[in-house]
DNA sequence: CTGAAAGCGCTTACAG
DNA sequence: CTGAAAGCGCTTACAG
C-alpha cells in the first residue's frame, strides 16, 4: 500500500469514491456532516490509493503550521538539561499532533532586537506558530520576538536581566524554595555551620542563595557566602574553593552548593584531600544532573521536573495561541528534594 | 516595520510596485531575469511593506519542505551523545536554510514493518523530505521508512541485526580503529597484561573488542574479555567487574573499557577499593563522554566527532534528496585517541 | 448531506 | 524582461 508513489491527490480520490473532493476534505476533517456511508466509500478509496493528504497545502488553508520551535539560546551545547526540556516539550507535543523544530542561537545582549541574526527557521514567515524560548534569554531578544509578533514561551530560570515592566509568558522552576527546603533538611538533620558555595552573580544562583539565607535566618543561623570566580566553570569552582571551606572556623559540618557541578567539583577535591563525604562533611546540590548520580555516594540534591517544566511550556503555548488576548502568565513548578547519601546525621 | 501585522501579501506587494505578481515571485527567488531597476523597487515595495513571503504556500509548489526530522529511537533520553550530533545536524542544517524537526520513537525489533507506530511527523506525507536515523536502528524501521519512500540516512553506529544484503545511507565512525589505536597506545606504553571490559552483545561493543583484539595479536599478547551482565547499567557493570580484573594473575596492568561509563563505574570501584589510577593500573575508554572529565585524573579515551557525524548525516541526506539515483553510500568517519591522564608509562 | 466553485498565497510556463 | 493566466493540493462558504 505505502509502495504507491504517494502523489495521490484528493482529485483521485474523489473521482475513486465518486463524490466531489470537498467531501474528502470532510472526511479528512472529520466533519460531522457526512454521513455513514459516504464515509465508509471515501475511507475505503483512501485506503485503497494509499492517499496521503499533503501537509503543507492543508496548512496554508488552516493558518496554523501546527510547529514550534524550540529554541535554544547562548548555550555551547544541549545539555542534559535542556535536552530533557526538549524532550518534555516533544512529548506533549506528539501527542497533539504538533511537531517540534529545534534551532540555536548565538546573540549578545547588547546587540539592538533587530539586528539579532534568528536563525532561519524563525525568519520564515508562518512556518512556525510559536517559539519556546530555552537557554539564555536577554530583554532585547525577548523585545524582537514580541516585534514579529511571534508568540512565546520562555523557560524562565534563565531569563536576565529582565526589567519588571515586562511581562511575557513563562513556566520555571522555584530555585528560592527549593534551597529552602535544601537547607532545612541539613539544619534538621541537625548541622548548624553551613556554608553556601556559588557565584552569585547569576540570578539563578542569586535565589537560591536567598532561600539558603532565609533556611538559615529563620533557625538564626549565619549565613555564609564562598563566593566564586566567575571566570572559573561552575567544576573547577568547587575545587577550588574547598581551602577557604576547610580552614574556617568552626569549621563548615555542611555545604550547599549553588548547583550539582559545583558539589561534583567540591566532591572531587573533598576525595583528593582524603576528606570523606559525608562522614565529615555533609553536602548537598542542586539540579539532579548527571553528576549527581555519579558521585560516590550519590549526591543529595534538589530535583527539578525539566520534562514537566517542557510540557508545561508547550502547553502554555498552544494556550496563548488559541487565546491570543489572554493575560501573560507566570507558572512556577515545585522541586522536590531527593535524600541520598551525602548527608549525615549530626549528634 | 516588523510591527506591521504581516498578512501582506505578494498582491499588495505588486500593486504597490506597479509590477505583476510573478515579478515579485521572480525577485524573492531571486531568478536572474529582472532588470536592475525593477528588482530595486520590488525591493523598496517590500521593505515598506515588511511583507514576508508565506512559507507553506512556497513549499507547496516547490515539492520540497526544507525540512528532515531527527529521529531519535529507542533511547530514554537525549544523551548528551546523540544531542551533540543533533547539533551537528542543526548546525549544518540552518546553513543552508534547512528545518531540523526533532521527534522521538519507541519501538520493539519484533513489531512488523508497518505496524510501528511512527510519529505524527513521519506519518503527515510532504511534511519533511527526509529523515535521519538516530538511536537504536533495527531493520524493521528501516523497512518501514523505505517502504514509505522516504529518504533517510543512518547513524550506523546503533545500527543492530541488519543483513548484509539490506543497502542503505550511513553514517559513523570506526569502532574497530579506534579501539585498536587505544591498544595500541597501551602497549607502546610498555603494557603487556591489558584485559577489555565491556558487554559484546552490543554490536558496537563487540566491534570495539575486535580492534583490542587485533591490537593485542598483532603483539603477540594475549586477548581477555572480562564479560558483562546485560542486564546491568554500563556503569554498574564497571563497579561489578573491577574484582574479577584485579584477582586474575598476572594482575592486569592496564584495562581497556567499552565506552567511558564503563570506565568512569571502574574508576569508582578501583577509587572506593584504594587502587590508584594510573599508579597501579591504567584505564582507557572510548566516546568522550563527560563522565570521561570527571573523573581524576581525566580519562584518556577514544574521541568520536559527534557534531561531524551530524553534519555529515545531514550532508548526505541532502545529496540523496537531489540525486534520489545514487547508490547508497556509508561513510566512516575517523576517531582520535585523546591523551590524558589514566595511562602511565611502564618500567 | 453533498457538489461545484472560489480561494489560500504562492510559482512557473506561456506569450509577448 | 514582464504581465496575465493557469495551477499547486487543499478548505470552506454557497447553494441545493
Redesign the interface.
Known sequence: ???V??KTTIREVARAAGVGIGTISRVLNSSSQVSRKTRAHVLDAIRRLGF??????R??LKRR?E?VC?LLSNRD????FH??I??GV??HA?GL????????LHYSPRTPP?KIDL???L?????IDGVILAGTVYPNLLQRIE???MPSVAFSNNVVGMDDGQQFDQVGFDDFKGMLHATRHLIGKGHRQIVFAGDISYPWLHRRFEGYRQGMRENKLKPVLIKGRSHLSF?DFGQGSVGRILSRRPRPTAVVAGNDEIA?GLW?SL??QGVKVPDEISLVGFDDR??AV?M?PPLSTVRVHKEEIGETCMKMLLERLHHPQMAFSQRVLPTEFLIRGTVRQLD
Chains 1, 2 share one sequence.
Not at 496521503?52 to 497545502?57: E, I, K, L, V
Request: proline share 9%; aromatic share 8%.
Open positions: 500500500m505505502e509502495m508513489p504517494a496521503r493528504p499533503n501537509a503543507q497545502a496548512r496554508i503550521s510547529m524550540f551545547f544541549l545539555h542534559p535536552a530533557r526538549l524532550q516533544e512529548s506528539s499532533k504538533q511537531h517540534v523544530l529545534f534551532a540555536a533587530h536563525p532561519p527557521v525568519q520564515e514567515h508562518g512556518l516585534s514579529m509578533q567544576g561534583y572531587r576525595c583528593r548527571e553528576e555519579l560516590d
